[in-house]
Structures are given as C-alpha cells and as structure tokens.
C-alpha cells in the first residue's frame, strides 16, 4: 500500500500508529469494513453477532456473560430433547438459492426420495432450495423431514417439507446437531455456507473429533475444481497428507450414495464393536 493511502497520527515520528484513511475502506465490502471511530453502537442483528462482538463498542451488548451462557445451554439442551427419540439421519448440505425447476433441486429431491424410500431420515437446515429439496424428497417417500433452522438477518423460515422444525439462535449449537445426529454428510452444489459446513466436517473427521461418517459430494462437475485445488495445492505444499484426500467421495449416482449411507446407518444402529 502506497504512503499516501495512510495517515500518520504521529507526523513525521514513523513508530506512530497508522491508520487507514476513509477512502480505503471504500474498498472494502460494507460487512467487512471497519466502522468509524466514535459512531452510535448499532443493535446486533443476530445472537451470533450479539455474542461474538459483545467486547466491541460499536455494539449494543444486551445480555451478560452469564445470560449467554445460560441461554446458550438451553438451546442445545432443547435441541438434544427434541432430537434425541428421533436417533440418526443423513444430512444434506446445499444451497438455499438453487429454486424449484434447477438441475440442483432436482437432485436434491430425488436424493431426499432415494433416502427416505430406504428408510432414512433427512436432516437439512430447514431453508429453501436444496434442503427445501431433500426434505420435499424425504417426506414424499414417508420418511422424517427434519429442519435444523437458524436465525439469520435475512429471514428465510422454514421451508413447507419439514417435519421436525429445530430453531437456533446460534451457529455453533447448531453444528454440532448437524454432525451428532449424522451417519452421514451428502453435500449438494452450495456457496459459502455449504462449504463452511463441509470442510468444518471435514476437519472434525479428520483430527478424529468425530469418525466412521462418509462425506459424499454430488456432482462432480461442480466439485471438480475444488478437489483439484485440494490435491494441487493443499497436498502440494503439504497441507494435507495423501490419505487426507480420502475423506471426500465424489458420486453423482444416486443409488450409490443411498448405499452408502445405508451401510454407514446399519452401522451406526448396530452393537459397539
């Protein structure tokens, strides 16, 4: 960054602290630009936000520590009260923008109808698109639709196909519901949500955090490019070990996913070994 693009409180001393003028942070995207100095703290707009920035002055802190743990607790403890008679499913990841009549919520609904035909629950986020899709699928086959809904600035509710409506405040506890209640992971075509949740699982699989759980994606055209990146690079400059690449199968055959996650179910049902 050139000299001019910076203002030295200090004048000449060059130890001072710099700060970014204005103009640069034009540059940036409104959610990742810092805000003025000195402004009104703004109202947070989800509990995420209320509890992540609750040690920024530009924020409203409206609960207390102790508040937020305790609120905390109660919702995954309501979640596992909910959860918990129903046992496990297979859940599926997806975008919320791929609508009814694409290549993408098609295959989703199919997926859903695949795995609730094999006996199967469907766990999804509840939204719209793809995991409108697996859920459409599911409950069309008679099997269990189940929704794990967050609360998001943008209001997207819960899509018509759930069964089991589970809300949550927070990303965290609802991540963990994600995996806890998971023989297996099938990830449809998706932005950045999709991918947070893949390669969070991906991480949790891989320091052992959680095990015996296949990742499926569908539709290799659009994975392509990221695994090459993943061999290229991460294993190329030896971010991952070999066996890493393992953890992700690509399959674009429906009855091939429905198997695998059958297997990975009946051995999830079946006694400790």
Not at 76 to 91: D, K, N
Not at 163 to 177: A, L
């Amino acid at each position: 960054m050139s000299d001019d693009r910076l203002i030295e409180p200090g004048g000449d001393d060059p130890s001072a602290p710099q700060e970014l003028e204005p103009q640069v942070w034009s540059d940036l995207d409104r959610r990742t630009r810092p805000m003025p100095a000195g402004g009104e703290p703004r109202a947070a707009q989800t509990s995420d936000e209320e509890l992540i920035a609750a040690e920024e002055q530009g924020v409203v802190s409206e609960q207390t520590d102790p508040q937020r743990v305790e609120r905390i607790s109660a919702e995954i403890s309501r979640a596992f009260e909910t959860l918990a008679p129903i046992g496990h499913g297979v859940t599926v990841f997806g975008s919320a923008r791929t609508g009814e009549g694409t290549p993408e919520y098609d295959l989703g609904r199919t997926l859903g109808h695949a795995l609730g035909t094999a006996g199967m629950k469907v766990i999804t986020g509840g939204g719209p698109g793809a995991m409108e899709a697996a859920n459409r699928g599911a409950q069309d086959a008679g099997e269990l639709s189940v929704g794990l809904r967050i609360e998001l600035p943008f209001e997207q509710g819960t899509n018509p196909y759930v069964d089991v409506d589970v809300p949550f405040h927070y990303f965290f506890t609802r991540k963990v519901c994600f995996v806890r209640y998971a023989c297996a992971f099938v990830v449809l075509p998706g932005g950045y949500g999709t991918l947070d949740e893949l390669f969070e699982t991906i991480c949790l699989i891989q320091t052992e955090k959680v095990r015996q759980r296949p990742v499926i994606l569908m539709d290799s055209a659009f994975w392509g490019g990221i695994l090459d990146w993943t061999k290229e690079t991460l294993l190329g400059r030896g971010m991952i070990d070999e066996d890493d690449l393992g953890l992700l199968h690509v399959c674009d055959d429906v009855d091939e996913v429905v198997a695998l996650c059958n297997d990975a179910s009946i051995a999830m049902s079946g006694p400790a070994g």
